[in-house]
């Protein structure tokens, strides 16, 4: 016999007037809430189902909706916080986090929205900067060539090699091999080597990406036509859901390397404001790397007396 069948025979007596909110754990929901990385996620949750609520009120695509919200409900299991914070862990927490933030990633995807940077971010705590494999030491100032031009142009400037950036599972080559940075008062400069060669035309598939989460909502687009020898790379501003052009970088060359610089002044950030980025590549629309893996780099914009700050370190 089921409940059902037994209150229909045997119909309720009492009725309870309050019930404690609890878990069956302590009674309470600790597990699932309160630590930063629980927080994190449900604060994840909650936008991206915010954003597939007012695409819903406009849009009546009833397959896409379907879909999207299948993401949602998937998402909202709540035992994917029983694995953030510090109540439990496992070997594969770094599965767990990905999986969960695709499921949200999706969302946007299926709805035709841009994807928050914030998704690209690992919830987990330790791993959201990303340690360079050097530090920035010094002020630099490389000739914007797309070339090597000598061996200490770079010298001072920091670097992140991508096959240090882990990830639980064993990656083959990848395209963008190591993510060197610097600057000076004016401008912030960015290289990227690559796994293969930059004048191949199946180069002209793709686009690289500078993501900043600080200042948040900006990524610079940079894409080669080798067969005209050619390389643009513009700044787009993410607003309400939409990418717009901000501005154009005009100092950008691709050889045997990517080389850019880029104006603070045109990211609007001023000396001691934080700087914190990743580099995606997309392969006709569809993302194909991250770098870092997990986390971004982080760096201040710098003083007059950066240099001067160095040597005392």
Request: aromatic share 12%.
């Amino acid at each position: 016999m089921s409940v059902n069948e037994y209150l229909k025979e045997h119909p309720a007596q009492d009725t309870i007037e309050r019930l404690h909110a609890g878990s069956w754990i302590n009674a309470n929901y600790r597990i699932w809430i309160g630590h930063e990385e629980d927080n994190r996620a449900w604060d994840l949750l909650g936008q991206t189902r915010a954003a597939l609520v007012e695409y819903a009120s406009r849009n009546g695509d009833p397959q896409k909706l379907a879909l999207a919200w299948e993401e949602i409900y998937i998402a909202e299991g709540s035992d994917w916080c029983w694995w953030y914070g510090d109540d439990h862990y496992s070997e594969n927490d770094e599965e767990f986090d990905l999986l969960f933030r695709t499921h949200l990633t999706n969302v946007y995807r299926i709805i035709g929205l841009d994807v928050p940077d914030d998704l690209q971010i690992s919830i987990l705590r330790e791993d959201r900067q990303a340690l360079p494999t050097v530090e920035l030491t010094a002020f630099i100032s490389p000739v914007i060539d797309g070339q090597v031009t000598n061996y200490f142009e770079w010298l001072p400037a920091g670097f992140y090699d991508v096959n240090q950036g882990g990830g639980a599972m064993h990656r083959g080559a990848s395209i963008v091999t190591y993510i060197y940075y610097g600057f000076d008062l004016k401008n912030m400069f960015i290289r990227l080597d690559s796994g293969g060669s930059l004048k191949d035309e199946k180069v002209s598939d793709l686009a690289f990406f500078i993501n900043f989460l600080s200042p948040k909502g900006l990524d610079i687009e940079i894409r080669i036509v080798p067969r005209e020898r050619k390389v643009t790379a513009a700044l787009y501003r993410g607003e309400d859901g939409s990418r717009k052009q901000a501005g154009s970088i005009n100092t950008v060359a691709a050889n045997e390397v990517i080389e850019l610089a880029i104006p603070f002044d045109l990211l609007k950030v001023k000396p001691n404001d934080d700087i914190h980025l990743f580099v995606t590549v997309e392969r006709a629309g569809s993302e194909v790397e991250k770098w870092p893996y997990r986390g971004y780099i982080q760096f201040k914009v710098p003083t007059d007396d950066f240099e001067a700050m160095m040597w005392q370190v």
